[in-house]
Nanobody, 124 residues
Framework: QVQLVESGGGSVQAGGSLRLSCAAS????????MGWFRQAPGNEREFVAG????????YYTDSVKGRFTISRDNAKNMVYLQMNSLKPEDTAVYYC?????????????????WGQGTQVTVSS
């Protein structure tokens, strides 16, 4: 089992920044690729960013490329999502997820463990 706890959400104006954190506990953190997903009301949960087990490769959905950065610290069992130049359409609940796959797939079905989510609200 892997337990994931997100933090760092909040309300910001468009153009602002937030840094989400995800603390992992349980099984060996470095054995899991990690992903961030988000879900807005009425929408399906969508992939935002992913990072492989070592942190050497990262992946982003097109709408956040150049604005969001995913990173991980395997010594601290943490994964982060730095979000800059936020837009109202980034408003959603953001979830941290872990997959035993070597790479951080965009397919949410591949993720074994999920956090409880943290709300991000961006006002215009």
């Amino acid at each position: 089992q892997v337990q994931l706890v997100e933090s760092g959400g909040g309300s910001v104006q468009a153009g602002g920044s937030l840094r989400l954190s995800c603390a992992a506990s349980g099984r060996t953190f470095r054995d899991y690729a990690m992903g961030w997903f988000r879900q807005a009301p009425g929408n399906e949960r969508e992939f935002v960013a992913g990072i492989n087990r070592s942190g050497s490769s990262t992946y982003y959905t097109d709408s956040v490329k150049g604005r969001f950065t995913i990173s991980r610290d395997n010594a601290k069992n943490m994964v982060y999502l730095q979000m800059n130049s936020l837009k109202p359409e980034d408003t959603a609940v953001y979830y941290c997820a872990a997959t035993s796959s070597a790479l951080a797939t965009t397919n949410r079905v591949a993720y074994n463990y999920w956090g409880q989510g943290t709300q991000v609200t961006v006002s215009s």
